[in-house]
């Protein structure tokens, strides 16, 4: 095995924020169209160099008058004014406004000569005595109220004037300010550069998502390149992917260099392999300088920050800053928002964003003695007129699905050993946008259930099998537990609705094999695979198999043992039948439905009920009620799926 | 004058939104590239239709074995098992794990067969014996642990398995979702579309940003497209602008039409004239259907709602959703907020923004009592300990710059008359991520004050001149006020810093008419331009012109009577200079560092000094502190300014 680096001393999470703070990864400004600027930050003062409006501008349809004509003038007694023409937005006047009379001005005209004063139309009457027949125009004009110089009327220079402050240096962009650069005939806006950061995944077993997957040779979508990917783009910065590195030394010093040459910070990701991590290690003391490496923060151990020395090619000078984030997503995810996108928003001079931090209380009793700091992403629940529930979610077990399942981040004290249930938390969201789920349901997985959830704001469901489901329900976390088929623990709660479906054993197209039933998973040399013991689907098979034994008189694990593949257990309804397809199995468990969606044969062992139970104490939820009317409707969903029924 | 129409019955703020409501203004679903798909909302649940990960994987970098091999191991009586080869993350395994060997094994490589669990590196060791001498592999690996079946692997599917529901309709997609659909290998994502906005200019003197404005005319940068565009973006709509259209009837019906066929939702804005709004209501009326007109909401009234028919030639069905919206910048982007990013926000199924409310504190008394609901569009002050101040910002005036003076809307219900100083109010910031200035400075436009307010964080600077600074600054609302030359006003306050400005005539380049002084303005026939009575410089020029009355021996208002454009006053401190620049005025009142940057020529009448003066009840502020910071680099500032000292 090759020697690995060990990361015995452990940098304080201080020290990993000023190690990254002291790299430069700002790059320089640049210029951008104002149609592309919203969200952008201003790189200089931009201050206006002109008047706005550039002229006296009339601010209602009227009359430009000399006021003093008007002074005295009210309905009894309206002054009346010759009629000398009229001006309109955006034409130049062509007439003046002499002493006793007026001219008709639409809002946004230019004042013409002579006049100081508009007076609103609606003050006014046309008077005709002749002299305009034939012409839409009138003679004179009665005014019927008094106005002081200067009334609607808006002077030149009046909204903003040449040589005025318009918007400092670091104001970031919105409608409101680029309204005011419009006004002031911006048309390109002098605006901080985004970081460009160059992601580069490592591990041989990545291939990206869209392309063909090899499970045989242990391929696995690469996850954590599209999500920190998208996670700089939200912090500024311009994310570049590059291809995936293997542990190869040549190949990662090749493929850190072309990124350094290229980019403001680079970041590696994605592999949870010791060997890899070593490779860049010294990849980065070889070619750069490695100012940290590993930080007392659980998920921060492989943490490495550092710069990147440029190639002659590059035309970029000085070198690249550097950090190594850790393999599991959530964990990358984690250190990526807590180090990295700070440093991101500072170089795109992107103000912080409002995090929201709110406060719940623990669900579950949760210990910890490791001694260092810790940032545990939870869930979390809503509750009316209480604090959410919180409970932890990602274990360190690297599942992505932990990703959608956390809404936020709980920073526990390196002294803090436990927290105990309904104990108060701060949980910073993963953004201010994060909405804590309305409904947590846990339990049997089931494509009537997924379409039923279709239908409720905001639910959150773990699959987490029949059984694990109601021992969920009885510790009281949950909204609701869905199981099938028989339980056997019994466990307060409120039956919502139910419905039945067909299961059984799943086999190729046209049953060539021609399987009846279980015993012939017995008798005959057939590849099974099974669902995981807290599947409802599990205990259904195995009440089969019981009354198998009963029928032949032998023992139960005697049939099992004669099964192939008996104890190869898959996770999910559709996961035994994919297999069928795929020919790496000859039977799987599962669903008519599942059969029939996949195009495969399917022999049917019985019906099993689906029930949707409600904790006692949350019936009256709005998530809870949002599932209720969901499962009103729960005829139209089964008439979808074959085998199924309400 | 042409027939205009009256909105007299206003209809309230609910039937707007009921109307808004009604209109059908959501696109197809679409499909996007994963990258391209952040802040996107899915448009249908996707399942998981493979197993993450599709192999039983090694978690750990270690030994694969079979667990029952390794019970009762410990540190004292490790177990020894023949090595037979290693697997590596990427790689199709070729080795077999019989009973008594085991297999290197890389985090994430797929488990031999017959290896049932992993044990970690470290509590391993390599032993040799001289079999596999000359290679760089052992013989035989002591196992220094016990593991039980499933100990650090993920066996296929654990992430998330085939057929489970892995992502609902409507979630929108952040770094997480993203992850997840990584992991699933999608790489192009069902999305709900982006209502196309369609978005009309009225008003014949608009000009788009960047074109060249003819203020003789009338002309004016267009300011609602621009910011009603960055507005439907953020509300997740794709805007379209059109050509400006003036208030010709078939013009509009053409415009209004194209932008009918070609988009979900046209939104006519801009034009504050009554004529052009009311071709628009024609057109609406004859080729669609009009809803409702007027709301009773400040700003509301002119309002519009309605359905545009298509042309035979667009290729979507049914009728297009049309808003007019009011002209003045504010009133427009306020109503679209209210009423129209909302119904945007629905059809994109973007989830409302968490709205930031905030109660702060009035700064001001406010009286209203037009009957209607009202949007005040408010400015904030943030205070430490207290409530942020709150204070109206635009009173109808349909400046721009109110744009940015406002940082939220209080809603003002029909009846309450009057808001009492002191009074709480709730303001809706105009977005979450709104944070109120740290400093309110009011008084003298001045370009040295403009570059140290570049050193401040978030500060908010309203260059009313220095006598009305002084009166608010009496008046309790501002943080400093920043005043220049002398002032008549005596206000309790305490003086942050000061320099001096070298102020006077500015003349053409070489000033060709030999302009000396004031004298030169009175005796000779030079048209002049002014500053407006509150400024500072108009307070020197006065004094200059006070002594020359006083040296002739004659009164004041005969001299400044004799002066061309002694009254033609403009805003801030460039604009006199500009219209020298420009042809329009042979002297204006300025400042040498004004002349010498739009090199013209200058004739000194004296140095005034600008004075910065702190609210005494505030100068521990946070904003008042950056301030005065910045204040210690005021020799830096000044010394690149001519005619500046400190």
Redesign the interface.
């Known amino acids: ?1 090759t020697e ?1 680096k060990e990361f015995r001393n452990l940098a304080p999470p201080e020290e990993a924020h000023a190690a990254i703070d002291s790299l430069d990864l700002a790059p320089g400004p640049e210029h951008v169209p ?2 592309d600027a ?1 969200g952008r930050v201003l790189a200089e ?1 931009i ?9 006296d ?1 009339g ?1 209602m ?1 009227g009359y430009a008058v000399r006021a003093r004509d008007t002074f005295g003038a009210d309905e009894a007694d309206p002054v009346e004014l010759d009629y000398v023409g009229a ?6 006047p062509d007439v003046t406004v002499e002493p006793g009379t007026c001219a ?1 001005i ?5 004042m013409p000569d002579g006049a100081d004063a508009v007076v609103m ?1 609606e003050r006014t009457e ?1 008077r005709d005595d002749g002299g305009s027949a034939g012409t839409d125009t009138p003679d004179r004009v009665a005014i019927r109220t008094s106005v002081a110089p200067g009334d609607n009327v ?17 104001t ?1 962009l ?15 806006v002098p605006v901080r550069g985004k970081p460009k950061v160059g992601i580069i995944s490592t ?9 063909p ?1 090899d ?17 700089v ?2 912090a500024g910065g311009e994310p570049v992917l590059y291809p995936h590195a ?1 542990d190869d030394y040549a190949e990662m010093e090749r493929l850190l260099t072309r990124a350094a040459d290229e980019c403001d910070l680079v970041l590696s990701s994605g ?5 890899a991590v070593d490779v860049i290690y010294r990849v980065i003391e070889d070619r750069g300088e490695l100012l940290l490496h590993g930080v007392a923060v659980k998920p921060g151990k492989p943490m490495l920050i550092g710069r990147l020395e440029r190639s002659t090619e590059s035309t970029r000078t000085g070198a690249s800053a550097y950090v190594g984030l850790p ?1 599991y ?1 959530v964990s990358a ?1 984690t250190i990526f928002r807590t180090f990295v996108a700070p440093a991101i928003r500072e170089a795109a001079g992107q ?1 912080d ?2 995090t ?1 931090t709110i406060t719940g209380e623990m669900g579950v009793q949760e210990r910890y003695s490791e001694g260092r700091m810790r940032l545990m992403p939870v869930g979390l629940l809503e509750r009316e007129d209480r604090p959410p529930l919180v409970y932890p979610v990602d274990k360190g ?5 932990s ?2 399942e ?1 809404d936020g981040v709980v920073t526990v004290d390196p002294d803090t050993e436990v927290l105990d249930e309904g104990e108060a938390v701060d949980v910073t969201l ?4 994060v ?1 804590p789920p309305t409904l947590l349901g846990v339990g049997e ?1 089931d ?1 009537a ?3 039923l ?2 239908r409720v ?1 905001r ?1 959150r ?1 773990l ?1 987490v099998g029949s059984r694990e489901g109601l021992r969920r329900l009885r510790d009281g976390l949950p909204d609701v537990a869905v199981t099938a088929g028989p339980v056997d623990r019994d466990v307060d709660s409120v039956e919502l609705g139910r419905w039945s479906r067909e299961w059984g054993l799943v086999v190729p197209a046209g049953n060539p094999a021609d399987v009846t039933g279980v015993a012939d998973l017995v008798d005959d040399d057939l590849r099974f695979v099974n669902r995981t013991t807290d599947s409802g689907l599990r205990t259904s098979l195995g009440n089969e198999v019981a009354a198998l034994a009963d029928a032949r008189d032998v023992d139960r694990h005697a049939l099992v043992e004669a099964v192939e593949g008996f104890d190869l ?7 035994p ?2 297999r069928v397809a795929s020919g790496d199995a000859d039977v799987g468990l599962g669903l008519r439905a ?1 059969a029939e969606k996949l195009g495969l044969g399917f022999v049917s062992l019985g019906t099993q009920d689906i029930v949707v139970r409600a904790n006692p104490d949350r019936v009256d939820t709005a998530g809870v009620a949002g599932l209720e009317d969901a499962l009103d409707d729960v005829g139209a969903v089964v008439d979808e799926l074959p085998g199924y029924e309400d």
């Open positions: 095995m690995r104002l149609e919203r003062r201050d206006a160099d002109l008047d706005v409006p550039g002229f501008r601010s349809d001006v309109h937005a955006g034409a130049e008709e639409s809002t946004g005209a230019v139309v046309e808006m002077v030149a220079g009046a909204d903003i004037a040449a040589g005025a402050r318009a918007l400092g240096p670091g970031r919105t409608p409101r300010e680029i309204g005011l650069l419009s006004a002031l005939g911006v048309d390109e591990g041989d077993e990545l291939v990206r998502p869209g392309e997957l499970s045989d040779r242990g391929q696995i979508y690469d996850v954590n390149s599209t999500t920190i990917a998208t996670g783009e939200e293997g592999s949870t392999s010791a060997s393999g997503p995810l103000p964003p409002r929201a077990s690297g599942a992505t699905t990703l959608v956390a993963f953004s201010p946008d909405r997985d494509p259930l997924n379409r959830l279709d704001e639910p469901y699959p257990t898959v996770r999910a309804f559709e996961s039948a994919r599942t």
